[in-house]
C-alpha cells in the first residue's frame, strides 16, 4: 500500500516505521506540507489543534481514505462534530478514527507482548478494510467500537486511558471468553 502520513513526529513516524517493516510505501509530511495525491491511505498525526493548518498544506487529498490519529490533548477545539470530521472535511472521502487509544512510547514494544495488544477503532464502511490491514500490520488486534458517529467517543475515550496507570506505558486487550 501507498501511505502518506501528515505528521511524521512520535505517532507519524513511528506508524511509518512500523508499516515499512511490514513492506509498505510510506511518505512523511511535516508541517511545510506537501503532495498525497499517489496515496492510497492517508495518516492525520498532528496535533489536535493543528488539523486544518495541517491539511491546508497537502495537495491531493480529494477523496482519500483517511486514518485520523489526533487527540484532543491537552484540550478540545473548535466545532467540527470530531477531529475525524474535520479531517473528513479536508479530504471528503472515507475517514477512520484509529491509533489516538495507544501510546507512541509503546510503539517498539508492541510485538514484543505475549499476546497482540488491542487498537480501538471507528470507521465509516469503506475505510474498515485498509484500517484493520493496517492496524494489524502495526501489530495490533483491530477492535471495532462503532462507526465514524462515535469518532467524538472515541476521542473522548482517551480522557480515561489516560487515568490508567503508569500514564503512556499500557497496552490493552479485549478478547472473547476463552480467547485470552
Ligand atoms: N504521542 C502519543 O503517545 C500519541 C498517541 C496517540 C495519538 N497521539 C496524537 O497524535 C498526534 C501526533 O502526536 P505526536 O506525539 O506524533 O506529535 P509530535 O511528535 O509532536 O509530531 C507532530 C507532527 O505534526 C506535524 N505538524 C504539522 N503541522 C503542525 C503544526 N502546525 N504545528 C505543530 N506540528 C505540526 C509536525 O511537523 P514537523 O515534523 O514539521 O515538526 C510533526 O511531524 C496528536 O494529535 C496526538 O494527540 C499521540
Known sequence: MKIVTIGR???????????RTAGHEVTELGRDGGDASGADVVLVAVPGDKISEALSAVTGLEGKTAIDATNVLPARHGDFPSYAHEVQSFTRGPVAKSFNMNFGMMLDKIREQRVRPSNWYVADDDARDVTEQLIRDAGYDPVRVGDLSRARDLENAVWLLMGVQPVGRVFYRFAEAGQL
Open 9 to 19: 513526529g512520535m505517532i507519524g513516524g513511528g506508524l511509518a516505521a512500523l508499516w
